[in-house]
């Protein structure tokens, strides 16, 4: 049985972390749900209501149906009505699930999640065809292929997204600062499982994304920054350690991740009715700890896993958190598998941060809140399509130019970026800071 944080979020190409529900639309109806007054009926009372219930719909309602299709149906609209992370799963969507975490997948790149009855965008898997075509977190899913998203479950929302690569799937979005829908056509490709990715700002000073906590995060991690020590001059100065947009993933690899910046101190703390579910994961002194100073940038789309990095980094004072308030997910998803090859994906337990937390519904708030500012439209290079660019193209016989290093494109990211830029100030001023207080 493994743990995933994440809400019913899937990436479409579908990986199921656990993200979050977003609190203010949730807790209203989880409210509604727990001050309603219960019936006073014995099980077997509403067993025998079930079954009637059942009979009559199979012998009158106006199409055919069988007992095994209102049974599964009963089963989802039980689950779906806890919350919206918990589900069941059919067999085939059990075995797609598990192929998100390990496997080559194919769809848009997208993680969802239920809020209200609508499919709501948590966030775009980058280099995605979801994230190319301009998917923003908050961005409302209305229509598949001229289909209401709202007649959906969402694990049917998921299996109509996905596709086979090169096959097109069509979207009513309605984005997050917009008064009208727009069709955005997605052209469905493989989703790359790379989670890493680094780049040197400045010498000794480097900027890691992750884009998801899957099975190798960690490993991918240690070897960026492993790599990252090497080629800088004099070694590894610093690190900016982007979660933006990190829509969560498996739990082991939010404490993996944490563990190779913490040397000792909780990361994180599980509770749920099952006491011995309860446990509590603490950092452990490796010789491949990571000590320079680290600035953690979040913002609405770092969920879950994300956010157990964050908040465990920020309560062992052990970086500053920056950027903008995430997500709140702080559910627990256990995936339970069934003996006829379905499964359950329920929500066991909160997670808390280390100081006793909980960011369910609340988020992990940065010490330094910096909004995101868009690269103004003349900062941005404009996409013109040039001979050179044509397949096939003839070459003219000079030499190509060089393709950009790492140094150049480190450079032109903190040009469009704000968050990035104010990131790499406060990691190379952390030192001094810190120098500071100790005085004091």
């Not at 989703?191 to 960690?218: A, C, H, N, Q």
């Not at 994180?268 to 990571?290: F, L, P, W």
């Not at 909004?371 to 660019?389: I, N, S």
Request: charged fraction near 25%; charge should be negative; aromatic fraction near 4%.
């Amino acid at each position: 049985m493994r743990i995933f944080l994440n809400a019913f979020v899937c990436f479409l190409a579908f990986v199921i972390c656990g993200c979050a529900a977003q609190a203010a639309s949730t807790q209203p109806a989880a409210q509604a749900r727990k001050e309603a007054p219960r019936e006073n009926m014995s099980k077997f009372e509403a067993a025998r209501r079930f079954s009637q219930v059942m009979d009559i719909v199979e012998r009158n309602y106006v199409k055919d149906v069988t007992q095994i299709d209102l049974i599964n149906a009963a089963v989802k609209g039980m689950l779906q009505g806890l919350d919206p992370h918990s589900t069941f799963m059919t067999a085939e969507e059990y075995k797609e699930m598990q192929e998100t975490t390990s496997g080559e997948f194919f769809g848009v790149g997208i993680e969802i999640s239920l809020e209200n009855g609508q499919v709501v965008v948590v966030a775009p898997i980058e280099d995605t065809p979801a994230f190319r075509a301009g998917l923003q977190p908050g961005d409302v899913i209305l229509t598949i292929d001229g289909q209401p998203a709202q007649e959906l479950s969402l694990q049917e929302v998921v299996s109509r997204i996905r596709g086979a690569k090169g096959t097109e799937v069509e979207l009513g979005i309605l984005h997050n600062d917009a008064k009208s829908p727009q069709t955005v056509r997605i052209v469905r490709d493989a989703i790359p499982m790379i989670s890493v990715k680094s780049k040197p700002l400045e010498d000794g000073y480097y900027w890691v994304r992750l884009t998801r906590f899957s099975e190798r995060t960690t490993d991918e991690l240690k070897e960026a920054l492993k790599a990252a020590a090497k080629d800088a001059p004099d070694g590894l100065k610093g690190v900016v350690l982007d979660l933006r947009n990190n829509p969560g993933g498996l739990l082991d690899q939010a404490v993996n991740v944490s563990d190779v910046f913490l040397k000792k101190g909780d990361i994180v703390s599980i509770k749920g009715r099952d006491e011995s579910a309860q446990r509590t994961y603490s950092a452990k002194s490796q010789s491949d700890d990571v000590s320079v100073p680290v600035v953690v940038l979040i913002n609405a789309g770092s969920a879950s896993a994300s956010e157990i990095v964050a908040g465990a980094l920020r309560d062992q004072k052990r970086a500053l958190i920056m950027g903008e308030r995430s997500f709140g997910k702080g559910s627990v998803q256990n995936i339970i598998p069934l003996a006829d090859g379905s499964g359950l994906k329920l929500t066991v337990a909160l997670y808390y941060t280390p100081n006793g937390s909980s960011i369910q519904a609340e988020g992990i708030v940065p010490d330094v809140e910096v909004v995101f500012e868009p690269p103004k439209a003349e900062d941005t290079p404009r996409m013109l399509l040039r001979e050179q660019d044509l397949n096939r193209h003839l070459e003219n016989g000079k030499k190509a130019d060089k393709p950009k290093n790492s140094k150049e494109e480190g450079k032109e990211q903190l040009s469009r970026d704000n968050q990035l830029r104010m990131g790499l100030q406060m990691v190379k001023s952390l030192p001094k800071i810190q120098e500071i207080k100790s005085e004091k």
